[in-house]
């Protein structure tokens, strides 16, 4: 089922999310919702706040990404990069900074560079509950930072300068009211 997105302004958006124990209701239903919903948007990784729900989890699926010549070096990993994050913790964060033109399906046409370190290592749970520490780089661990910013509270934009947050501070009013033109159901707080 394609759930709507709910935009910036959304107070769910700002919430920590709260542990999954392994009985959660619906678990399998909801992570194939958000799947659907994620591809349905054309994205990429979404978060249980983006679809209303104050959880730590995340899908991400960047098997897409495979196809784009400027991942040609990594083009194998990135084939086979579909996974479930529940109850994540990001352990450590390493290595160089470094810039990236990010969006998010809850803020949409907002585009900017945000800087993140180039390597993660995180503890999660699988869709099984098995658990699992794993180190990622390159633009896994790009995707993963911001789909966990998301279950922290936090969004891209608040990663921006004080001067890129005034000058996107217009869109995000706008995008909050529904004023914007998109290609996939959202939820809009006002």
Partial sequence: MILPIRAFGDPVLRKV???????????QELIDNMFDTMYSANGIGLAAPQIGLDLRLFVIDVTPLAEDE??????DELAEFKKVFI??????ESGEEWKFNEGCLSIPDVREDVKRKGTILIEYYDENF????????????????HEYD?????????????????LVKGKLT???????????????PK
Wanted: net charge positive.
């Fill in 17 to 27: 999310g709260k542990d999954i124990e392994k009985d959660y209701p619906g678990l």
């Fill in 70 to 75: 400027d991942y040609e070096d990594i083009k």
């Fill in 87 to 92: 109850n994540a913790k990001i352990l450590e």
């Fill in 130 to 145: 098995v658990k699992h520490t794993e180190t990622f780089s390159d633009i896994r661990a790009r995707v993963i930072q």
């Fill in 150 to 166: 998301h279950i922290e509270g936090i969004l891209f934009t608040d990663h921006l300068s004080a001067l890129k947050k005034k």
């Fill in 174 to 188: 706008k995008i909050s009211q529904g004023d914007v033109s998109i290609g996939y159901k959202m939820r809009f």
